[in-house]
């Protein structure tokens, strides 16, 4: 019989070799995909290596390339080699990684991880964390040791009591933030009314002006919520500025950093994230910038004992083992897959140095790629990055704006039906815009040149009308 693992190993190769020539979005219909995919139920069982070649030949077309190179689409990257490979081992290995006793290597490893990234971002060293599905849940898990302290504070405690009759929190948070932050709010009973705009300046920064006048606003437990930095054009909050402020107000401070945490690796960005070590709490992704394979997001607190009040379960029958850290101290999950395993890796495969230098490479791509396609007859870049986002609209002279949104999403559509790059659309400042945004490994510059002739080629097209 075939070794189902011979032929996943097989189809791998093909995909990731295929990487520089094949389209770099999915080209498949919903239809397409439910008539290759679907089908009843079955009833007998099947031949798993035939089955492994049946779910490659039936998801071509529909797999958009984040693993390669082209990809400029969200904030999307792909597994360095690696941390690819080790994301392989964890699921043979499937390790269940919720107690140090129920898998000692993975969870000691998880250890180790955690203690490394806190060296990496160089932020404070008695800080908890926990690996998450991503930086969403990161929030979740970081904005419950925030409610945990915030409440504990006034006498309430909230894993005990849950949150009817509870001094009402409130989140004061830019527009600029990412919708995450508003999902965190929700699951955690605070509700999305809870979050307050507090001003921004142009380029999306949170004004210290108004968070002061918010924080004067009454004496309601408070949680401030910053960005590192935001997902369109990459600005950076003013930590030193901010945190000071929010923590003298006694509030919480929370930095979204999904993937702009990472600039704090490079000594050339490193300026952009300064005072950011003064906040109660960081999240940020391994599965974006680190380009460590989905899922994995990290939650980092100060607080590690409202971090573990927040978490803990402390069952009996789960007999804790008091060795060594147990996971589920510190996550929302019990049972899960080791994902700090792939992390632990990319880290010795990089090294400080190697995080640094594909930070720095990335924010120099994303800056050509908007300078390039920006100088474009047609074209205008409406930042200059100094990370790895920036944004470009599409105008065609004597059009209303209206007309000009149009135009844009059809630019955008008619570069990801070329296939030689993949851009996503978004709305900013009220006008249809392309964000494009820089975080894989495998980015090059010929792959730069590629997304520049493909949008003078969308732009050159004469059909392509409002
Ligand atoms: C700034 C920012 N915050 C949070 C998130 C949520 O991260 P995840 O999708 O890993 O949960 C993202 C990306 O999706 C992001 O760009």
């Given at each position: 019989m075939t070794d189902p693992l011979d032929r996943a190993i097989a189809h791998a190769r093909v995909w990731l070799d295929q990487l520089d020539t094949?389209?770099?979005?999915?080209?498949?219909?919903a239809a397409d995909l439910r008539k290759a995919l679907?089908?009843?139920?079955?009833e007998q069982p099947g031949d798993p290596a035939a089955l492994i070649d049946a779910l490659a030949a039936n998801t071509r077309g529909g797999?958009?390339?984040?693993?390669?190179?082209r990809f400029y689409g969200w904030v999307m990257s792909g597994g360095l080699p690696g941390a690819l490979a080790a994301d392989w081992l964890v699921s043979a290995w499937d390790?269940?990684?919720?107690l140090y006793s129920v898998a000692p290597a993975a969870a000691m490893i998880e250890d180790i991880t955690g203690a490394w990234l806190k060296e990496l971002f160089d932020l404070p060293r008695e800080s908890s964390f926990a690996f998450t599905t991503g930086c969403q849940l990161a929030h979740v898990v970081c904005l419950s040791a925030a409610r945990h302290r915030m409440l504990a504070a006034r006498g309430w405690d909230v894993e005990m009591q849950?949150?009817?009759?509870a001094p009402a929190i409130r989140v004061l948070t830019s527009q600029?933030?990412?919708k995450s932050i508003d999902a965190a709010a929700r699951y955690l009973g605070l509700?999305?009314?809870s979050l307050v705009d507090v001003e921004t300046g142009p380029m999306g920064d949170m004004s210290a002006r108004d968070l002061e006048r918010r924080l004067a606003e009454g004496a309601a437990p408070t949680i401030v919520c910053l960005n590192a930095?935001?997902?369109?054009?990459g600005t950076f909050d003013d930590f030193s500025v901010l945190i000071p402020l929010a923590r003298r107000a006694g509030a919480w401070v929370h930095v979204d950093?999904?993937?702009?945490?990472?600039?704090?690796?490079?000594p050339k960005l490193r300026a952009m994230t300064d005072?950011?070590?003064?906040?109660?709490s960081w999240a940020t992704d391994?599965?974006?910038?680190?380009?460590?394979?989905?899922?994995c997001g990290i939650a980092l607190v100060r607080d590690a004992d409202a971090h573990r009040a927040a978490?803990?379960?402390?069952?009996?029958?789960?007999?804790?083992?008091?060795?060594a850290r147990d996971p589920n101290d510190w996550?929302?999950?019990?049972?899960?897959?080791?994902?700090a395993i792939p992390v632990y890796v990319a880290l010795q495969e990089l090294g400080r140095e190697g995080v640094a230098e594909l930070v720095e490479r990335c924010c120099r791509h994303c800056r050509a790629i908007v300078e390039g396609i920006g100088a474009l007859p047609g074209a205008r870049a409406l930042n200059t990055p100094s990370l790895n986002q920036g944004l470009v609209r599409f105008e065609e002279p004597g059009r209303s704006d209206t007309e000009n949104d149009r135009f844009t999403d059809a630019v955008i559509a008619r570069i990801n039906a070329s296939g030689e790059a993949f851009f996503s659309g978004t709305t900013w400042n009220g006008r249809r815009v392309m964000r494009v945004s820089v975080v894989s490994w495998r980015t090059n510059k010929a792959d730069v040149a590629r997304a520049i002739a493909a949008a003078a080629a969308a732009l050159g097209t004469s059909n392509i009308r409002p």
């Open positions: 094949a389209p770099a979005g999915a080209t498949a219909t679907g089908g009843p139920l079955p797999l958009n390339a984040n693993t390669g190179g390790q269940n990684v919720g849950g949150l009817s009759g600029n933030r990412h509700g999305q009314n930095a935001d997902l369109n054009v950093g999904a993937f702009g945490l990472f600039a704090r690796v490079s005072g950011i070590d003064g906040a109660d391994g599965h974006k910038w680190l380009n460590v394979p989905y899922d978490m803990s379960m402390g069952a009996a029958y789960l007999s804790p083992s008091g060795e996550n929302l999950e019990l049972s899960r897959r080791a994902r």
